[in-house]
Nanobody
Framework: QVQLVESGGGLVQAGVSLRLSCAAS????????MGWFRQAPGKEREFVAA??????????SLTDSVKGRFTISRDNAENTVYLQMNSLKPEDTAVYYC????????????????WGQGTQVTVSS
């Protein structure tokens, strides 16, 4: 049984940083793509970032709106994935979800089979 638990969200002012964590229990995350998605009120859940390990090493993917500000990383020994969010903007306000996929660096929600309960990030201007 896989469980993903997000933490680290909160209410912050624009321009500051937050680090989200996603602790996984069950199978090790090292064999899977791990992703972060977010859902703002009234909007669909959207892809934010993903990380996986290939023959060439660790590979990440970020949606354009967060490139240069967000970083995804993983600690396989701790079975945890992180999302470092810098220079936060009000438009980053959303519930952030962690998820696991068997598909390499997929951005499609349907490719993710396990999801956490989400953590709220609110950025005030």
């Amino acid at each position: 049984q896989v469980q993903l638990v997000e933490s680290g969200g909160g209410l912050v002012q624009a321009g500051v940083s937050l680090r989200l964590s996603c602790a996984a229990s069950g199978p090790l995350i090292s064999g899977y793509t791990m992703g972060w998605f977010r859902q703002a009120p009234g909007k669909e859940r959207e892809f934010v970032a993903a990380i996986t390990i290939t023959w060439n090493g660790e590979v990440t993917s970020l949606t354009d709106s967060v490139k240069g500000r967000f970083t995804i990383s993983r600690d396989n020994a701790e079975n945890t994935v992180y999302l470092q969010m810098n220079s936060l903007k009000p438009e980053d306000t959303a519930v952030y979800y962690c998820a696991r996929s068997r598909s390499t660096l997929s951005r499609a929600r349907n490719d993710y089979d396990y999801w956490g309960q989400g953590t709220q990030v609110t950025v005030s201007s």
